[in-house]
């Protein structure tokens, strides 16, 4: 089966990461899947929230958005509060970011992981994880220069994708149309040692089999080895 992009079910869309994206930030990285580009920068703060003020110990945390023409039409921006999906993403992030870092050998700091999506066209979440752990990584080595950590605190590799069922088959890596169609939808978050982080699958019209969840999770965990040497090649550790 041949998509409307001309890719095959278990493929991913093309993948780019641009290092040092922008010049303020301690890390920046801006990643392109297919149509879909989001700039990711990571902040070093010398401060910790209040729960961790007597731990010596740091946090990871993310905030995203959607850029008010990064879609078909303008979404207005979200000035006040944030909503509800936009809160649950940037949890997402965060989550996933932390699940690979030792906090520990961080010290006591925050790093700040800004995701902001110039351009959607479907994966804007998994999008902002694949890029972010690499400026997250950029920052590390900020703070690993001026001799502020001993090593870098990465614990494991981590990766996202989007898989779905879409007219009764399984696809990799959704665009919008994709996306906009599929029966089910489902983001998974993995670390290289194929351990899950996140499984967020949701039946859209009905439910969905054993059956295909397994073929949904075959192709992600597929997609995420690719996703992990595209970023050990943008990291030079290929």
């Not at 990571?42 to 993310?62: D, M």
């Not at 995203?64 to 979404?75: A, I, K």
């Not at 073929?215 to 050990?232: D, H, P, T």
């Amino acid at each position: 089966m041949l998509r409307s992009d001309g890719r095959k079910v278990d493929q991913l869309r093309p993948i780019k990461f641009y290092r040092n994206y922008l010049k303020y930030p301690e890390g920046s990285v801006l990643v392109e899947m297919g149509q879909t580009r989001v700039i990711c920068t990571a902040s070093v703060v010398e401060e910790v929230p209040h729960f961790l003020k007597e731990k010596e110990q740091g946090w990871i945390t993310a905030e995203y958005s959607l850029l008010p023409r990064s879609t078909d039409v303008r979404t207005g921006r979200d000035r006040v509060r944030s909503a509800g999906r936009t809160r649950e993403i940037q949890r997402l992030i965060g989550r996933s970011l932390r699940s690979v870092v030792n906090l520990n050998a961080l010290g006591p700091r925050t790093i700040y992981l800004d995701c902001d999506v110039i351009q959607a066209d479907g994966g804007t979440r998994t999008a902002s994880i694949n890029g972010a752990f690499l400026a997250l990584g950029d920052a590390f080595r900020w703070l690993r220069e001026r001799e502020e950590v001993n090593t870098l605190p990465f614990t494991n590799h981590v990766a996202a994708i989007s898989a779905g069922i879409v007219e009764k088959r399984a696809l990799l890596d959704l665009n919008f149309s994709e996306d906009f169609s599929a029966s089910v939808d489902l983001n998974l978050v993995m670390t290289e040692k194929e351990e899950l982080v996140e499984i967020q699958g949701t039946g859209e019209d009905n439910p969905f089999s054993l059956k295909q969840l397994e073929e949904m999770l075959y192709l992600s965990r597929k997609g995420i080895k690719e996703i992990i040497n595209l970023q050990k090649e943008a990291m030079g550790l290929n």
